[in-house]
Nanobody
Framework: QVQLVESGGGLVQAGGSLRLSCAAS????????MGWYRQAPGKQRELVAT???????NYTDSVKGRFTISRDSAKNTVYLQMNSLKPEDTAVYYC?????????WGQGTQVTVSS
């Protein structure tokens, strides 16, 4: 079992920045990769960014150049630095961790960007 706890969401004006954190605990050695997803009202959950155990990253096109995912293995924590935020980034952001056969999710943290 893996437990994920997110923090760092909030309300910010357009053009501002936020940093989300996701702390993993439990059977962390089984984790292959971690990532962030988001779900806006009335929309499906979508991938934002992922990072592998080896540090390779992947981003959805709409956040490239603005968001950065990183991983502190010593703290078992993944971060999402979000810069130049836009109102369309408003969503609940979920941390995700994949093992070989299971996907784990955090409880979500709200990010609201005002225009």
């Amino acid at each position: 079992q893996v437990q994920l706890v997110e923090s760092g969401g909030g309300l910010v004006q357009a053009g501002g920045s936020l940093r989300l954190s996701c702390a993993a605990s439990g059977n962390i050695f089984s984790i292959k990769d971690m990532g962030w997803y988001r779900q806006a009202p009335g929309k499906q959950r979508e991938l934002v960014a992922t990072i592998t155990r080896g540090g390779s990253t992947n981003y959805t096109d709409s956040v490239k150049g603005r968001f950065t995912i990183s991983r502190d293995s010593a703290k078992n924590t993944v971060y999402l630095q979000m810069n130049s935020l836009k109102p369309e980034d408003t969503a609940v952001y979920y941390c995700n961790a994949h093992t070989w056969d299971v996907a784990y999710w955090g409880q979500g943290t709200q990010v609201t960007v005002s225009s």
